[in-house]
């Protein structure tokens, strides 16, 4: 039997090929067929660009619905997919592919110069929408390709996720973890033929391309394919959708929207939330303005999806529900032993979903499960006396903005790395419309302090725009407690406040 993922959605949507899939509003509809033929033809571009099986495939590119097939036709030709963020620069991209060391890379034409000279070794095509070399490529190769048969373990993605020490770790997921989340969400959201999910997340995350996209894949649905998110235009479209998935940003933006209203979702069946905690009061206007209860599920760039509030039942605020048909949950004390309801602990998960390890790191693959087989996930929970899972916090100061990770270390070097700099701390705060802002406390040194401005300014020709402080406050000095560190949580405190 073939576990390769592609083999799978295609048994699902292969009968009703002639059926829409991607719905460009006010443009272009692409349907099942054209999405299997365009693939096809992309598999065999990278086969005969000299990929064989397991060989890495990067691609930093704008979301169009190309990109999708790209995606695809890595797992038909058995290759590892590495979906990069296209806010990544130069000195992200240089350790990704050192790191990773992709066969392929496959970039937007205006960086095709910049990212070829970073990776001479690999073969660089361009895919701008219609356009780059890729698509040339593939134009006249077939438009069939037997799918690559792929064992459950056999690699799939990596995903990089930021590390706290600065650097990233690729995490290692199989067509086994894929596809055992997806064929979960299709039966825990309901997904049936007859949906139009409404698609603003971006590509390169876990989210969008996995949760979103597998799902109405594996179900034969529509997708309602937007290129980003604006509250205005998804307001105008609602009534063309049944679902609708997104990160909190996303919900407090359409409250903020003045045609938001409950007969803009008349015929919406479920709106999800994930990547980021979802506000109180975010859930509670949602439900006051539209009618609906936002369903709030929790998981991560390692697992996909662990817990989900049910599509039938009570959806708590502030919880993300239940674990998954499979999944095992739990919270573990300090000394590794599982806390009973109402105790705050690490929160650890087993299952299918649960990725392979970290790339290239056998030490820190091994340091992060238990010798039972559990993921340390390092967020900490609770588990009420309902079954139910609450998030309270992160045992690391990972920040969480627009449903995207930023590890503070990582900005913190590059600050402290700035001229007129002595230190610096980065920390989270409360945003409305992030969830969390990026926000840096600077000690300069004597006559030395460059300007917030000019600050923020350098780091955004280094790092991607997410992860570029909101905010940078100067200090005399940071507050440490009596071993030196860094006390975090009096900054966020201070600064919350503020």
Not at 141 to 159: G, R
Not at 217 to 242: C, E, M, N, Q, Y
Not at 455 to 484: Q, S, T, Y
């Amino acid at each position: 039997m073939n576990a390769n993922l592609y083999a799978l959605l295609r048994d699902h949507f292969a009968e009703h090929g002639e059926q829409p899939c991607i719905l460009h509003p006010g443009g272009a509809v692409i349907h099942y067929d054209d999405l299997d033929a365009t693939s096809a033809r992309i598999a065999h571009v990278l086969v005969a660009s000299g990929c064989e099986k397991g060989d890495r495939v990067a691609a930093q590119v704008d979301k169009c619905w190309q990109a999708l097939a790209l995606y695809l036709a890595c797992l038909r030709a058995g290759l590892v997919y590495l979906p990069l963020n296209t806010g990544y620069q130069k000195s992200e991209l240089t350790y990704f592919f050192g790191d990773a060391e992709p066969r392929v890379i496959v970039c937007s034409m205006e960086k095709l110069a910049t990212i070829g000279a970073l990776r001479p070794e690999a073969t660089v095509l361009t895919l701008s929408g219609d356009e780059g070399t890729l698509l040339d490529l593939a134009r006249d190769a077939p438009e069939t390709f037997d799918s690559v048969v792929a064992a459950p373990d056999d690699l799939a993605a990596i995903i990089y996720t930021s590390g706290t020490t600065g650097r990233a770790k690729g995490a290692m997921l199989t067509h086994r973890n894929l596809a055992s989340n997806a064929l979960t969400l299709v039966d825990a959201w309901g997904f049936t033929r007859g949906d139009v999910l409404l698609h603003a997340l971006p590509l390169y995350h876990v989210h969008g391309l996995f949760v979103a996209c597998h799902c109405a894949l594996l179900s034969g649905s529509r997708i309602l394919w937007l290129s980003k998110f604006d509250a205005a235009d998804v307001t105008k479209l609602l009534p063309h959708a049944s679902v609708m998935m997104g990160v909190p940003t996303f919900y407090s933006r359409l409250l903020a929207e003045p045609g938001f209203n409950e007969d803009a979702c008349r015929s919406v069946r479920l709106f999800i939330s994930g990547s980021a905690p979802l506000l109180p009061e975010t859930f509670n206007e949602f439900r006051s303005r539209s009618g609906h209860a936002i369903l709030e599920r929790y998981g991560m760039s390692e697992t996909g999806m662990n817990t989900s509030n049910p599509l039938r039942g009570e959806r708590i605020c502030g919880s993300v529900g239940p674990p998954l048909p499979g999944v095992a949950v739990r919270v573990a004390n300090s000394e590794g032993r599982a806390c009973l309801p109402g105790a705050i602990g690490g929160i650890e998960v087993k299952g299918p979903n649960v990725f392979a390890g970290y790339w290239r790191m056998p030490d820190k693959t091994r340091d992060e499960f238990t010798a039972d087989g559990f993921f340390k996930t390092g967020d900490l929970g609770e588990l009420l006396d309902n079954g139910y899972v609450k998030i309270v916090g992160r045992a690391t100061d990972l920040i969480i903005t627009g449903g995207l990770n930023v590890y503070p270390k990582e900005i913190e070097e590059r600050i402290d790395a700035l001229p007129g700099i002595a230190e610096s701390a980065v920390i989270g705060v409360p945003d409305p419309d992030f969830g969390e802002a990026v926000t840096a406390v600077v000690v300069a040194k004597a006559g030395q302090a460059p300007s917030e401005a000019d600050l923020i300014a350098a780091l955004k020709a280094e790092i991607a725009n997410f992860k570029v402080p909101k905010r940078v406050h100067f200090v005399d000095e940071l507050p440490r407690n009596a071993m030196g560190k860094v006390e975090k949580n009096t900054l966020r405190q201070r600064y919350s406040a503020s």
